[in-house]
């Protein structure tokens, strides 16, 4: 079988015209800064980049070393490289224009550098999110309302999982694709053409934990779900949690289920757990691309209009059925 490896995919991308130059470039480089996140993700205890930095993020989170690691690669490898504008990370409060002795391009960045981090220091699958976003023409010197577009203005989005193996999903709009990092040869290898999510599933995803805090729609969706064949749904379901998006959402494109984070009494004042702009946005875009659905229960989360770069929403993403069901009782009310 003939090795594709993602330059290859990315210049038969750009020859069939679904890209250009700059935005192959651009995968280009967020693909190396995945491999280098891989390699420190990888060693573990052993390179000593385990635990807590000791810091706050804009959230209020605790950082993890590696968190700060991820960032600070994601950063460094894309601010030279003359593809973007600004960059914006769930780490940093501010968005970080493109300093001014490096030269500047047409594209906003966003990420969440290391997705999942409470699963860092027990061995468990973590990710990274990105989202890219056309800086609007005009613009100078980027600044965050450039950021305030709806997920349906992203030119490219993907993820990266850190689990047995790495791999690297993306969509510039035509099918999503995955790849699988060969750590010997240093390269990302198209290991997933076209990934599609099954319209109907057996599976779903979601803190469990959290039931008592959960709106009456997602209560009714889920009881009608754990009542299983005796139920008015009529077979079982199974449930699974890692509690890294990229990993739960990772398994959604391998075989289809739902996952949902939504909104709860606990989350109303913050709008929900998961950010807009480089968590929902993204995982989104790729959801749609691969025949699935995304909401928040209420709206599709590609047509929000964001006001803040670290905008909270309420997440329902997977089989388009089920997404479908959930959002029909949220609408029904
Ligand atoms: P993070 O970006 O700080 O890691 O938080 C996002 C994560 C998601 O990956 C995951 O779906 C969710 O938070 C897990 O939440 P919980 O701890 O409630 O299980
Ligand atoms: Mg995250």
New binding site residues.
């Given amino acids: 079988m003939r090795r594709v490896t993602l330059t290859q995919f990315l210049i038969e991308q750009q020859r069939k015209g679904l890209m250009g130059a700059d935005l192959r470039l651009l995968m280009e480089v967020v693909a190396r800064a995945v491999k280098a996140i891989a390699v420190n993700v990888s060693k573990g205890a052993l390179a000593g980049v385990l635990g807590e930095a000791g810091s706050d993020n804009v959230?209020g989170?605790a950082q993890k070393k590696l968190?700060v690691i991820a960032n600070d690669i994601l950063i460094q490898a894309n601010e030279w490289g003359g593809h973007l504008a600004a960059m914006a990370s769930?780490e940093v409060e501010e968005i970080r224009p493109i300093p001014s002795d490096y030269p500047k391009g047409g594209f906003l960045l966003l990420f969440?550098p290391?997705?999942?981090?409470?699963?860092i220091d027990v061995n468990i699958s973590?990710?990274t999110i990105f989202s890219v976003l056309r800086c609007p023409e005009g613009s100078a010197a980027a600044t965050e309302a450039d950021f305030m577009q709806p997920g349906t203005a992203q030119v490219a989005a993907g993820y990266s999982v850190y689990g047995p193996s790495t791999q690297l999903v993306l969509t510039v709009g035509d099918g999503v694709h995955g790849f699988t990092l060969d750590r010997e040869m240093g390269s990302f290898i198209y290991t997933h053409p076209f990934m599609t999510i099954p319209e109907d599933t057996k599976e779903y995803a979601i803190?469990a934990?959290?039931q008592r805090f959960w709106e009456p729609p997602v209560q009714r969706y889920v009881a009608e779900l754990q009542a299983g064949k005796e139920g008015p749904r009529e077979r079982d379901f199974n449930m699974r949690?890692?509690?890294?998006?990229?990993?739960?959402v990772h398994r959604i494109l391998t075989r289809g289920g739902i996952?949902m984070?939504p909104l709860d009494s606990k989350m109303k004042d913050k709008g929900g757990?998961?950010?807009l702009m480089y968590?929902a946005n993204p995982m989104a875009m790729i959801v749609e691309a691969a025949g699935g659905a995304a909401t928040t229960g209420r709206e599709r989360i590609l047509d929000i209009q964001p006001n803040q770069l670290h905008q909270r929403v309420p997440v329902v993403l997977g089989s388009k059925n089920e997404v479908e069901r959930v959002t029909r009782y949220h609408l029904e009310g």
């Fill in positions: 959230q989170e968190d769930e969440d290391l997705d999942g981090s409470s699963n973590v990710g803190n934990s959290n949690w890692v509690a890294s998006m990229v990993a739960d996952f984070y757990k998961l950010r968590e």
